[in-house]
């Protein structure tokens, strides 16, 4: 059974930076493409960043130049370099996986103080 499981969320001042980290398990494949979403209070869930397995990335506009996404095929694992944080990126941040189907995380708490 394919698990993906989040890690890294925090409480951070406005500015500072986080990591977050998604680790594969049950899967023996690689997946076309991983990423990670994000889901704020009384908002619908949205694509923050997300990488192919050959590397191409795409982000949300609101995050372009302050966040990285990068995975590690061999791990099964992507990861979200999270920099100059803002309050509006407080949200649970999901990871998602891709190949035929979708996988979810169960999300990681993430929450930016002013």
């Known amino acids: 059974q394919v698990r993906l499981v989040e890690s890294g969320g925090g409480l951070v001042q406005a500015g500072g930076s986080l990591r977050l980290s998604c680790a594969v398990s049950g899967a023996s494949f690689t997946f076309n493409v991983m990423g990670w979403y994000r889901q704020a209070p009384g908002k619908q869930r949205e694509l923050v960043a997300r990488?192919?397995?050959?590397?191409?990335?795409n982000y949300a506009d609101s995050v372009k130049d302050r966040f990285t996404i990068s995975r590690d095929n061999a791990q099964n694992t992507v990861y979200l370099q999270m920099n100059s944080l803002k309050p509006e990126d407080t949200a649970v941040y999901y990871c998602n996986a891709a190949r035929i189907k979708y996988y979810w995380g169960q999300g990681t708490q993430v929450t930016v103080s002013s």
């Open positions: 990488v192919t397995s050959g590397g191409s990335t």
